[in-house]
């Protein structure tokens, strides 16, 4: 009689799979990659098959690995949302939540509003991920995102909890007495740019204009590459280049002056921070009630960002 196999191992398996990564899998669940990976070998000896192909760059399901997820996942997955739904018969809501999110969206948004949340129901746990990359929050196990709305998947649920924002072009006084201001996106050609990289897909962030219904995408060059805004603001600070940033994280230095903005009229409004999670997933007390907490009625949104 082949041994019961235990339900742990086979969490593990799912962690492992979904994240695509010893590592990541092994953060996940909170234990050591060498104990995570004795426990996918025991597992594989115990059912006398091999789960898992192992290459040095990434982790991937056999044919009998993926038969495998496809059978127990589901059933998994409403083990553990059976589970959380408990917690909403208790008097006092509790749980913990998972949330990936940019760091400018989690200091002006969300972190305020776990900061209200967590005073009035203290069993409720939150933690906050920073990721400037497009995460997928059903295999890493978060239970909701917060990205800017037009980059979100079509088949998530995604509920607007911030204004519309616009990118701004800025630099410095010192950098325009030395360069001039571009008049069109087309001049840019012709400047010091700071470059954002994109950590979802490695590349450069195109700076993107519209006017009058014309759309383009300019290319820019410079010696100054980062992959945070904080950076780019600093560089641009010091007379370093031209800056493209949304114009909200800018606000302050284009008030004092230490910034000034150009190209203002190329810059329309586009969808503004959202959040989203999957649309087949048991929404907790604790997730709805993060939920109203974020959700903002829309005479407030142009006040968001105001003081």
């Not at 990359?133 to 649920?157: H, N, Q």
Request: hydrophobic share 40%; glycine share 8%.
């Amino acid at each position: 009689m082949m041994q019961r196999t235990n339900i742990n191992d086979l969490v593990t398996f799912l962690a492992v799979v979904r994240a695509g990564s010893f590592t990541k899998a092994a953060a996940s669940l909170g234990v050591s990659q060498p104990a995570l990976s004795r426990t996918m070998r025991l597992l594989e000896e115990q059912l006398g098959i091999r789960l898992l192909t192992r290459t040095t760059r990434s982790i991937s399901a056999t044919e009998a690995g993926q038969r495998l997820l496809e059978t127990v996942g589901p059933l998994l997955d409403q083990v553990h949302a059976g589970v959380t739904a408990l917690t909403d018969l208790r008097d006092i809501p509790a749980g913990n939540l998972r949330i990936t999110t940019t760091e400018h969206a989690a200091e002006t948004i969300l972190w305020p509003a776990v900061q209200r949340l967590t005073a009035r129901y203290p069993d409720i746990g939150v933690e906050i991920v920073i990721d400037f990359g497009l995460s997928d929050i059903v295999a890493d196990r978060f239970d909701a995102g917060i990205r800017i709305g037009e980059a979100i998947e079509k088949d998530m649920i995604a509920v607007r909890i911030g204004p519309e924002m616009q990118m701004a072009v800025v630099g410095s006084a010192d950098y325009f007495a030395r360069y001039g201001q571009p008049r069109t996106p087309h001049e840019l050609v012709d400047h010091r740019c700071i470059n954002l990289r994109l950590q979802s897909s490695g590349g450069l962030y195109s700076w993107e204009f519209e006017k009058d219904g014309r759309v383009m995408n300019v290319r820019v060059d410079g010696k100054l590459i980062f992959n945070t805004p904080r950076l780019i603001i600093q560089a641009a600070l010091s007379g370093d280049g031209l800056a493209c940033i949304p114009e909200d994280q800018l606000r302050d230095y284009i008030a004092d002056g230490r910034l000034k903005r150009v190209l203002q009229s190329w810059c329309p409004a586009f969808p503004g921070y959202h959040l989203y999670y999957p649309s087949r997933k048991h929404v907790s007390s604790a997730f709805r009630l993060l939920l109203e907490e974020l959700r903002i009625p829309e005479r407030l949104f142009r006040h968001w960002f105001s003081h």
